[in-house]
């Protein structure tokens, strides 16, 4: 068995003078700057760093392991700093930060909003991954997510209000357009997919909001106007 080689002049350390002097080493940095400097350096990398992203980014003035020394771990720093751990999430932190998400918009939150907010909101493949798609994801959460024929419904009831609205049938650009005037809507994608993306998808959808409009006793032209 090897045996541990021991320096004389480590272990000549006075154990109670080294952690005096490691502690006022430690206060170089307050935990409020270390902070800071993730925080900063997750912004320039538009995602959350890793140790090693942290300590390449030539504009950081501290070591990760200055990070570590002072939060016990580069995870923990991290949450402390209101950024997500991009391996480690668990199930649960992954649902909670969802559904504060949630309460700052005030709706159910889309795939944009959580790619608008790298760093402090974890991937949506990271939600596919663990969920199998975000839908999952946010219904585990507690969010309203229709599916299926419910989703298609609300798709029709939007698209009868948008042509209310516009004076005539909606066309794929005009959907988009709303869409990004109210991310609660399903895009134009969305909906096309709905139809298997086939030849004449659109078409189909603006047949059913035609029928759903003329139900409620609105009249539509044959090139798609309403008719007052």
């Not at 939150?109 to 199998?132: Q, V």
């Not at 078409?203 to 059913?208: A, E, G």
Request: aromatic fraction near 8%.
């Amino acid at each position: 068995m090897r045996r541990k080689t021991v320096y004389r002049a480590i272990e000549g350390i006075d154990r109670g003078e080294l952690e005096q002097f490691q502690a006022g080493m430690r206060k170089r940095y307050s935990d409020e700057h270390i902070l800071e400097e993730l925080n900063a350096c997750a912004k320039r990398l538009g995602r959350s760093p890793t140790m090693r992203e942290f300590e390449a980014d030539p504009e950081t003035t501290v070591h990760p392991q200055t990070v570590i020394e002072h939060f016990s771990s580069w995870n923990r720093a991290k949450r402390m700093a209101g950024l997500v751990p991009r391996r480690f999430a668990t199930r649960e932190e992954l649902l909670r930060l969802l559904r504060e998400l949630g309460d700052e918009l005030g709706r159910v939150p889309t795939a944009k909003d959580i790619e608008a907010r790298k760093g402090s909101m974890p991937s949506k493949s990271l939600y596919w991954h663990t969920f199998g798609s975000l839908n999952n994801a946010l219904k585990e959460a507690g969010f309203d997510v229709p599916v299926g024929e419910e989703r298609l419904e609300r798709a029709i009831d939007q698209g009868a209000a948008l042509a209310i609205r516009a004076g005539r049938l909606p066309k794929f650009a005009d959907w988009a357009q709303a869409r990004r005037e109210d991310p609660s809507m399903l895009t134009e994608w969305q909906v096309y997919r709905m139809f298997d993306a086939r030849r004449g998808a659109w078409s189909t959808f603006q047949f059913l909001i035609r029928r759903r409009l003329e139900d409620s006793g609105v009249s539509v032209s044959p090139e798609g106007r309403l008719v007052s």
